[in-house]
Nanobody
Framework: QVQLVESGGGLVQAGGSLRLSCTASGSIFSINFMGWYRQVLGKQRELVAGITSGGTTNYADSVKGRFTISRDNAKNTVYLQMTSLKPEDTAVYFC?????????WGQGTQVTVSS
C-alpha cells in the first residue's frame, strides 16, 4: 500500500501563486507515475499534471505555461507550482500515484482563487 499526504492548499487572489506538495510513504519502490488531479463539485475529476519517475511530464491544456510539476525521488515527494492562478482553478486538488496507472490517492486539498 501507498499513502499520500498533500499540503499547500489555501485561498489566494487571482494572479497569485501556490505550491502544493505530496509525500508518498509505504510500498513506494514501484511507483512510476505521480500526479495531480482536481475536482469541482458536480464535475468529473480531471488530470492537471503528471510526471514519471524519469521526469517526463504532461499537463492539461488549461494549465500549460502556468503550472509546473516536479518530483524529488529522494524525498518521495511531488510538487505542483501554480502561478497566474485564475478563479476557474478553484477545486479540490488530489495527489495520485501508481505503477502503470494512478492507483493511490491522497485526501485532497482545497485551492480557492478569488477574483
Amino acid at each position: 500500500q501507498v499513502q499520500l499526504v498533500e499540503s499547500g492548499g489555501g485561498l489566494v487572489q487571482a494572479g497569485g501563486s501556490l505550491r502544493l506538495s505530496c509525500t508518498a510513504s509505504g510500498s513506494i519502490f514501484s511507483i512510476n507515475f505521480m500526479g495531480w488531479y482536481r475536482q469541482v463539485l458536480g464535475k468529473q475529476r480531471e488530470l492537471v499534471a503528471g510526471i514519471t519517475s524519469g521526469g517526463t511530464t504532461n499537463y492539461a491544456d488549461s494549465v500549460k505555461g502556468r503550472f509546473t510539476i516536479s518530483r524529488d525521488n529522494a524525498k518521495n515527494t511531488v510538487y505542483l507550482q501554480m502561478t497566474s492562478l485564475k478563479p476557474e482553478d478553484t477545486a479540490v486538488y488530489f495527489c495520485a500515484a501508481g505503477v502503470l496507472r494512478y492507483d493511490y490517492w491522497g485526501q485532497g486539498t482545497q485551492v480557492t482563487v478569488s477574483s
